[in-house]
């Protein structure tokens, strides 16, 4: 259970981590997309820029004119030298062009008629070019551009062909753009194409963080709210506000903390009440036990033998005092007396002086 309890990916760890990934494989494949279009797009313009240069050179150069260029011995020429010197202008004037070269087709054999280089592997006229590219026996007819580099002796290229004017399908003129100019681009765009990467990565940071910090410390202040509830705390709210549902969550947990404490407060009442009843109950209790007590004290004493004087009819306590039966009686019970004479005792006392009879009548009465 511990174990399971450790290695629990927190909810911010996988909050952070699935924003992280969404952010990462959306700007990741936004990126990559627009990455490869952008590969697209360069090629498909420098391949436009190829096609088009070489299709406006091949306007300005007469196809009849270099019929007599066919071997190493034409190469003294003037049409050659005139015409070997303008290419090379050409190329001078533009520093992506590595070579600019006239072509013949002679049934399935492609020959070299003027190239431009100016080292010693320039070709001569006459050389046959082994390996034709397709697309560059498509010069021959119409303006073409290889769709991928192309690797030869003299290097590797990218290049453009189109028919001369007048060629009749047998000349070409083409164009080689050196490689190292085209991985140049390349890697600007790679490196463009990183950047963005790591941009991405770090947004997907900083947007994952953010996220999953702000939700977690929302979170966070909820379960410390709990605790705070469970353990008494009822006073108190949750101040923090983000203008989305945890606010309703928050003003829900501090409706609930109000109620909790308005209930408490009524219970506490009840309770004091409650007390308070109690106390008067156990008062009366007590004073009930008391009269009680007193009650059976005297019947405790009223009841059994009670020592009388034969003669006066005086009772003794428990002190040894003797007294008057009204006495006692009004000390122990709560009965009253009031004096008077009986007949027989009104003519013992004062016989001489009434009648009898009167005394009998006066005492009826």
């Known amino acids: 259970m511990k174990l399971r309890s450790i290695i629990r990916p927190r909810f911010a760890t996988k909050l952070f981590l699935s924003h992280f990934l969404a952010v990462f494989l959306v700007s990741g494949s936004v990126g990559t997309f627009f990455y490869n279009r952008a590969i697209e797009n360069m090629m498909y313009s420098l391949r436009s820029r190829l096609q088009n240069s070489a299709a406006l050179l091949s306007e300005g150069i007469d196809a009849r004119e270099l019929e007599s260029v066919s071997a190493p011995a034409d190469a003294g020429l003037e049409v050659y030298r005139l015409t070997l010197e303008r290419l090379r202008r050409m190329r001078r004037t533009n520093p992506d062009i590595a070579f600019l070269y006239i072509m013949r087709k002679e049934g399935d ?177 007590r004073e009930r036990t008391g009269e009680l007590e007193r009650a059976l004290e005297k019947v405790n004493v009223l009841s059994g033998l009670l020592p009388i004087c034969a003669s006066c009819k005086k009772i003794r306590d428990d002190r040894g005092y003797w007294q ?30 009434l009648n009898r009879d009167d005394i009998l009548k006066d005492t009826e009465t």
């Open 109 to 285: 054999r492609v020959l070299f008629v003027i190239d431009s280089d100016e080292t010693e592997k320039q070709a001569e006229p006459g050389r046959e070019y082994s390996d034709a590219p397709s697309l560059m026996l498509t010069g021959f007819h119409e303006p073409s551009v290889d769709e991928k580099l192309v690797r030869d002796e003299w290097g590797v290229f990218l290049s453009g062909y189109a028919p001369l004017r007048n060629g009749g399908g047998r000349y070409l003129i083409g164009i080689d753009m050196r490689a190292n100019e085209v991985e140049s681009k390349l890697s600007q765009l790679r490196l463009v194409g990183v950047i963005s990467l790591l941009a991405s990565i770090l947004l997907a940071l900083l947007f994952g963080l953010s996220f999953s910090r702000g939700l977690s410390r929302r979170v966070q202040a909820l379960i410390r709210r709990c605790r705070e509830i469970a353990s008494g705390r009822l006073e108190g709210h949750i101040e923090s506000r983000t203008f989305d549902e945890f606010d309703d969550l928050v003003d829900a947990f501090n409706m609930m903390s109000d109620d909790l404490a308005a209930a408490r407060g009524r219970a506490d009442s009840a309770l004091e009440e409650l007390r308070q009843a109690g106390d008067q109950l156990e008062t009366r209790v």
């Open 324 to 353: 008057q039966v009204e006495h006692f009686m009004m000390a122990h019970t709560d009965a009253r007396f009031t004096h008077g004479l009986c007949p027989d005792c009104a003519v013992k006392l004062y016989g001489h002086i």
